[in-house]
């Protein structure tokens, strides 16, 4: 017994070609550099991420882990935070910050013009005429945290600033040995 055929359907489609060798090698091709681009790129640029993200790791603790001086600038929220406003031109500055539970305090120094030490001291709200000939404001502890030793050649002057609490109290040291460029030291430190 045999089985009926089917009719072959009249003006359908044609049955598909098949790929020729160019389509194919063409489309693998295509298939491929959209692979690449998918998994490659997300990869470099976490790559990337990674390295970047490391190196502010060791910058960050390299600032964090200082246990003294360090000659740069402090961070403008420091300059406003414990009200030292190092004046332009300066140069030789080197800052420290120290925090505890009780105070918190900033050391600063740097060294200036005349012009620059009376916009410093203006800008803290003292004059020229506060500064006490010979009077080292700044504490032993302070000074061996820093290193600053006050023997040197004079003349030296200083002053005490201090303003209630949660304002700083400051404490200035000036080396006036070259009345030029003076030499400037600040210990401000503020109750949290």
Known sequence: MSLPRQAAPSGGPPPPRAEDRRHRVRRRALTLLIIVLLIGVPAGYLVISANQSRDSGKNKEAKYSATGLTPTYPAKVQRNLYQVPVPHPADRVASYETNNWKTSRLYVQFRTTQAGLDTFLEAM????????????????????????????????????????????????????????????????????
């Not at 020229?128 to 404001?137: S, V």
């Not at 030029?180 to 030291?185: A, E, H």
């Open 125 to 192: 709200g003292v004059n020229r005429g506060d500064l006490k000939e010979g009077d080292i404001t700044i504490g032993a502890r302070d000074q061996g945290i820093t290193g600053w030793t006050f023997t040197g050649p004079g003349p030296w002057w200083g002053l005490t600033h201090g303003q209630k609490n949660p304002a700083p109290t400051q404490d200035v040291v000036v080396n006036m040995s070259d009345p030029v460029l003076p030499m400037v030291y600040v210990v401000s430190r503020t109750v949290p």
